[in-house]
């Protein structure tokens, strides 16, 4: 395996952007929330997102909005406009708000430590999104089931096309700003899907750094493909300059949006004849490129969009001094063309129903909250 350095990505200070919102009145208007005492009742919520202009952060932020208007809760957004000065003076002006929950979404593993320091000396309980922050519970994907679940999809494709290591390079971009909590995702998949297609040198996961560029001469590449549609598509065309075109590619990222990008520099490059991507989040640019016979695989589906109840959830499940799991995490599926007509009603991009939570995640049902939502399988 042979590793090369790889220029840390540059962060852009973007502006503070307020996204607050009304919740319901708190006479009449605000329903049942079963035996929790009414000093420990979730009411106010303060929710720092990574990122207000990328779709899918900016789709997730409202619908947790939404989720709370629902229930009568509060939920106030932040956006840290994918800095960490910004995350970090957001950490203060929620603090200083004094919610009943504080829920961030780090946009870089760097600002984590501060942010940790501030949420402590302030006493509110929170919780972490995505990216672990010290002192908070943890909800995010089970990043090596959902990685694992794509290497299946994807092997099985690639062994029905003849495709191996001999003729096949495969590219993971990660997220470098996001850390190892993240980009496990994509180290995890690479290590599985070489795993069970012949031909690949076999590699694990803790063999590719953040700083690994070529991870197997001729049959592996990582590139930093960031979170939006510009970085995807400019490390992806960066990465096929340095791939033969004889040969077929598999792009795999840490998000859709990403993988938007990914697609377009290999059709651009005339290149989508002999590919698949993946990537996460099932989107509609996802489901819509599946339908449409695009070379879109798969994309692991954590039903993102509604991790605003779960997070409600498990809020008023800390406010009840319950003692979470080291990871709480949403129902997961990889979605296909195969099988998205049972996740999404056919001819449609929105969820009808999602699978049981996993077994660890289970507590959540205690609370009650999901049961207003009737999604989810077992609520």
Not at 50 to 55: A, D, E, I, L, V
Request: hydrophobic fraction near 45%.
């Amino acid at each position: 395996m042979t590793i090369r350095p790889r220029v840390a990505a540059v962060l852009v200070v973007s502006t503070l952007i307020w996204a607050g919102m009304t919740s319901c009145s708190s006479d009449g208007g605000r329903p049942d929330t079963g035996a929790l005492p009414a000093h420990r009742e979730l009411k106010r919520v303060a929710y720092a997102a990574p990122n207000m202009t990328t779709q899918i952060y900016a789709g997730q932020a409202d619908n947790f909005v939404k989720a709370g208007r629902r229930i009568g809760v509060e939920v106030k957004v932040y956006d840290n406009s994918a800095d960490a000065a910004t995350a970090i003076t957001n950490a203060n002006l929620m603090v200083a708000q004094k919610p009943d929950l504080l829920v961030e979404f780090a946009p870089v593993a760097d600002a984590t430590s501060r942010i940790s320091a501030i949420f402590k000396r302030s006493g509110i309980p929170c919780i972490a999104v995505n990216v672990r922050i010290e002192g908070c519970a943890f909800f995010n994907f089970d990043q090596k089931y959902l990685a694992r679940a794509q290497a299946e999809v994807i092997a099985a494709k690639m062994k029905a096309k003849g495709w191996d290591g001999t003729n096949t390079t495969v590219v993971i971009e990660q997220a470098s700003k996001l850390g190892p909590s993240v980009n496990i995702a994509v180290t995890w998949f690479y290590q599985e899907l070489v795993s069970m297609v012949p031909g690949f040198e076999t590699i694990t996961s803790d063999q590719i750094t953040a700083a690994t560029t070529t991870i197997a001469e001729g049959q592996g590449l990582q590139v930093d493909g960031g979170t939006d549609i510009d970085s995807g598509f400019s490390a992806t065309s960066q990465a096929l300059q340095t791939i033969p075109a004889d040969r077929n590619v598999v792009v795999y990222t840490v998000n859709d949006d990403t993988t938007v990008g990914a697609l377009r520099a290999l059709t651009t490059a005339r290149r989508d004849g002999r590919a698949m991507v993946a990537g996460y989040g099932a989107t509609k640019p996802a489901i819509d490129a599946m339908r449409s016979g695009a070379p879109w695989v798969s994309s692991a589906k954590g039903f993102w969009e509604e991790w605003g109840q779960f997070l409600l959830a498990m809020g008023t499940a800390l406010l009840r001094g319950v003692e979470p799991p080291d990871l709480t995490a949403p129902p997961m599926i990889a979605v296909t063309p195969e099988n998205m007509d049972s996740v999404y009603a056919p001819g449609m991009t929105k969820v009808t129903r999602m699978p049981a939570l996993p077994e660890s995640s289970k507590y959540l049902l205690e609370t009650g909250i999901l049961q207003k939502f009737g999604n989810v399988e077992g609520a």
